[in-house]
């Protein structure tokens, strides 16, 4: 099965668990977690094609899920990931999903999406 905007079972915008809202989008519903940053940007991204969507997200990704993942790095003074606690981990990784979805929400806010 192919993983796409309209896989039930998936937020739209983060990949994560959907809690039950969707948008219907031509038609078709595209699922949404309970984030509010999520179900903006899905709303607001109705009429974005897949192929510009994934741009902006490897964007969004990479910006702003790295720097965000970066700077925890730097405010704990580590420079091996290696070295990081299980709970500096999740820390991280928690860090980098909200970079990502604030960078994604620039973007939509930005205007980099045509709306």
């Not at 192919?2 to 896989?7: G, S, W």
């Not at 031509?26 to 940053?37: E, F, H, K, P, T």
Request: aromatic share 6%; hydrophobic share 40%; charged share 30%.
């Amino acid at each position: 099965m192919m993983i796409d905007r309209h896989t039930e079972g998936l937020c739209c915008v983060c990949r994560g668990r959907d809690a039950g809202l969707a948008v219907k989008s031509s038609g078709r519903l595209r699922w949404v977690c309970s984030d509010a940053d999520c179900l903006d940007i899905a709303i607001r991204s109705e009429n974005v094609s897949a192929t510009e969507f994934d741009k902006l997200e490897a964007e969004a990704a990479i910006v702003g899920g790295g720097d965000a993942m970066g700077a925890f790095l730097d405010e704990i003074g580590v420079t091996d990931m290696a070295s990081l606690s299980p709970e500096q981990w999740a820390e991280m990784c928690k860090r980098g999903a909200a970079g990502y979805r604030q960078r994604l929400k620039k973007l939509v806010d930005d205007g980099a999406i045509p709306f």
